[in-house]
């Protein structure tokens, strides 16, 4: 079945650096790959996701990029502000199944 | 408001005394799923279901009943709780399978003793 790996466990950075956290799966036939915020006390939020046939997605200071011979895919936050603390998710799953496969979160600090 | 509701958000329990954690939804979506969170182990998917009557195992499901009798709640049952089910629960719908816009509940903290 499907694995997620994500690096690093913990980011800190300071406010206005940018931030990249990293994940690869096992699985080739993966096809869709979303990333979720979550906030202290409160469940994940999709913030960005990204589909096989593209490279890369961006909104605003938030990007996602997808390597699919590497199985590899990156979340980047430029211009980090406090109220981007939080723990990020990535996940990954085959279209049309059942299976969203998270990966084992980053908790990132943004220190001002 | 779109939103998934879990109640309670806090639960301490004794060992072996059943309970339930409640789900509902209020955007007509076909898909629920229930996860655990564990320190260093991610989310990992208890139960899901498709539709009403519909459920099927996730990658935990051990210890752990569910039922859709209604499209809009899907709870979760722990007919006999132990130790190793303190963890922090959340529910997640969709509009349908393979749509992965979810939305996630607040979560409920169980902790068994």
């Known amino acids: 079945g499907e694995n997620v790996e994500q690096h690093p466990s913990t980011l800190s950075v300071q406010e206005g650096d940018s931030a990249v956290i990293k994940c690869t799966y096992s699985?080739?036939?993966?096809?869709?790959f979303p990333w979720y915020k979550q906030e202290l006390g409160k469940g994940p939020q999709l913030i960005i996701d990204?589909?096989?046939?593209?490279g890369e997605k961006k909104d605003q200071r938030i990007a996602v990029t997808l390597n699919k011979t590497a199985k590899h895919f990156s979340l980047h936050i430029t211009e980090t502000q406090p109220e981007d603390s939080a723990v990020y998710f990535c996940a990954a799953s085959i279209d049309g199944t059942d299976k969203l496969i998270f990966g084992t979160g980053t908790r990132l600090q943004v220190f001002p | 408001e779109a939103q998934v509701t879990q109640n309670p958000r806090y639960l301490i329990t004794v060992t072996g005394k059943k309970l339930t954690v409640t789900c509902s939804q209020n955007m007509n979506h076909e898909y629920m799923s229930w996860y655990r969170q564990d320190p260093g182990l991610g989310l990992r998917q208890i139960y899901y279901?498709?539709?009403?009557?519909?459920?099927d195992k996730g990658d935990v499901p051990e210890g752990y009943k569910v039922s859709r009798k209604e499209k809009r709640n899907f709870p979760l049952i722990l007919e006999s709780p132990s130790p190793n089910q303190t963890s922090l629960y959340f529910c997640?719908?969709?509009?349908?399978?393979?749509?992965?816009?979810?939305?996630f509940g607040s979560g409920t903290r169980l902790t068994v003793v």
């Open positions: 699985d080739s036939a993966s096809n869709y």
């Open positions: 997640a719908s969709s509009p349908s399978r393979g749509s992965y816009g979810y939305t």
């Open positions: 279901s498709m539709n009403v009557e519909v459920t």
């Open positions: 990204i589909r096989s046939n593209v």
